[in-house]
C-alpha cells in the first residue's frame, strides 16, 4: 500500500504546530522567571490540588526521578509543599504554596491569552471538528500495534 502524503503532511503540521506552541509558552513563562516543565506542573496543581508524586508524573509524563528533581528545585523556591498522607505514610500529596497559587494563576493568565491568540479567527465548528479528528487519531494512536517492515 502507499503511503497517502495527505496524512504524512498532516503529522508534519501537527508537529510543527505543536513545537510553536510548546516554544512560544516557553517563551512567555520563562520571561517571568518559571521554566516550562514548573509551569506545566503549576498548571497541573492548580487544577488538582493534593496529588501525589505520581499521579503529576504520569500526568506530565515525566520519569519518577526527573519529576523529583522538578519538585525538589519548586520545593526549594517555595512554590509547593509535601505534605504526608494521612491514609499512607509512604506518600507525600503535592500542595501549591500561596506563592505557588500566584505563579499557578500567572501561567493560566498566559495560558488563557495565547488561546485567545491562537484561535482568534478560527470557527468554533473547525475547532469541535478538528477536536474529534484528534480524538480519532488518538484512539488510533492507542491501538497500535508492533509494525511488521518487510525486509
Do not use: W
Not at 512560544?24 to 517571568?32: C, G, M, R
Not at 522567571?33 to 515525566?62: D, I, V
Not at 499512607?88 to 503535592?94: F, G, H, I, N, S
Amino acid at each position: 500500500m502507499k503511503p497517502d502524503p495527505i496524512a504524512s503532511d498532516f503529522l508534519e503540521s501537527l508537529t510543527k504546530v505543536s513545537r510553536k506552541i510548546r516554544t512560544a509558552f516557553n517563551q512567555q513563562v520563562t520571561a517571568h522567571g518559571l521554566t516550562y516543565p514548573r509551569a506545566r506542573a503549576l498548571f497541573r496543581l492548580a487544577k488538582k490540588q493534593n496529588m501525589t508524586q505520581s499521579e503529576l508524573a504520569c500526568e506530565l509524563e515525566l520519569e519518577q526521578a526527573t519529576m523529583v528533581r522538578l519538585l525538589d528545585r519548586m520545593e526549594e523556591n517555595g512554590l509547593i509543599e509535601r505534605r504526608p498522607d494521612a491514609n499512607d505514610r509512604r506518600v507525600k500529596l503535592l500542595v501549591l504554596t500561596p506563592y505557588g497559587e500566584e505563579q499557578a494563576a500567572l501561567v493560566r493568565s498566559i495560558a488563557d491569552r495565547m488561546r485567545e491568540q491562537i484561535f482568534a479567527d478560527i470557527d468554533p465548528h473547525e475547532l469541535h471538528a478538528a477536536v474529534e479528528l484528534l480524538e480519532r487519531i488518538s484512539a488510533n494512536v492507542t491501538d497500535l500495534e508492533d509494525i511488521d517492515v518487510p525486509a
